[in-house]
């Protein structure tokens, strides 16, 4: 089993071809699978979404979008998430 399993998770859930995935539902639960797509900053928003689509998890649901909204909120109201420029 992987050291790290939900770094390997969101690994394979974002460059991993089929064979890979394959791999990945043989070894990990869809349980610990889907805790990954919720929770994972790192996936790509057409990763997540691809992934939340699949599992039947809802869109608002899914870590990308909570800091996206975060993002959006930041910027419509002028306010920065980031640090200033230099």
Known sequence: ???Y???TIGRVLE??????V??????FP????TEVVRNERRLSRRSANFWALLYGIPADAIALAL????LD?????GSS???PSF
């Open 1 to 3: 089993m992987a050291a």
């Open 67 to 70: 800091s996206r909204g975060a």
């Open 81 to 83: 998430l980031v640090g």
């Open 30 to 33: 869809a349980v610990e699978i």
């Open 5 to 7: 399993p939900a770094y």
């Open 73 to 77: 909120r930041a910027s419509a109201d």
């Open 15 to 20: 460059y991993g071809d089929d064979e890979d």
């Open 22 to 27: 394959a791999w990945l539902r043989t070894n």
